[in-house]
């Protein structure tokens, strides 16, 4: 049985180290943004074509 004062305990597994290469994450989260803001801008402008508030499209029908 053992006690609270077990001089064993904790036991050392002596695991190896491993260093794990440092994550690049920043990397992803900027590509990400590259690839996704023409996909937006694209889609805004396509939307904004569209619905349109009445104000620009009198505008629009004024200069043609």
Do not use: C, H
């Amino acid at each position: 049985m053992i006690t609270r004062n077990d001089p064993s305990l904790p036991l050392d597994l002596r695991l190896p180290e491993t260093t794990a290469p440092p994550k690049r994450s920043w990397f992803r989260k900027q590509y990400l943004l590259v690839l996704l803001l023409p996909v937006v801008m694209f889609s805004g402008g396509v939307i904004g074509m569209y619905f349109q508030p009445p104000a620009l499209r009198q505008f629009y029908a004024l200069t043609g």
